[in-house]
């Protein structure tokens, strides 16, 4: 499964951004979506996550009520909308696909991963 991240860019605290990531070479519809951040000097972290049905999708305290993860299984796309960002969610935005059904929040249970698409918001 190759992931394609895109829609990164230098925003101002307070605005929106949608990040799309576009899956390829496998069944979309059958893994567990995820994005994850890395933070400059910082580890990967779990930002939110869908599973196949779009149903219930779950998020990191920090970004709870300003991001939306939805996904588009005819389209073999899962979005990331962020709105009133702030400068602490200046990173790079990963996407990840895992190939069982759960809500895996840790790294390491995905197993496929997109190049990242940077994001950065200024004060």
């Known amino acids: 499964v190759q992931l394609v991240e895109s829609g990164g860019g230098l925003v101002q605290a307070g605005d929106s951004l949608r990040l799309s990531c576009v899956a390829s070479?496998?069944?979309?519809?059958?893994?567990?979506m995820a994005w994850f951040r890395q933070a400059p000097g910082k580890v990967r972290r779990f930002v939110g996550g869908i599973l196949w049905s779009g149903v219930s999708p779950y998020y990191e305290d920090s970004v709870k009520g300003r991001f939306t993860i939805s996904r588009d299984n005819a389209k073999n796309t899962v979005y990331l909308q962020m709105s009133s960002l702030k400068p602490e969610d200046t990173g790079v935005y990963y996407c990840a696909a895992d190939r069982f059904f759960r809500a895996a929040r840790n790294r390491d249970d995905y197993d496929y991963w997109g190049q990242g698409t940077q994001v950065t918001v200024s004060s």
């Open positions: 070479g496998g069944t979309f519809s059958r893994y567990s």
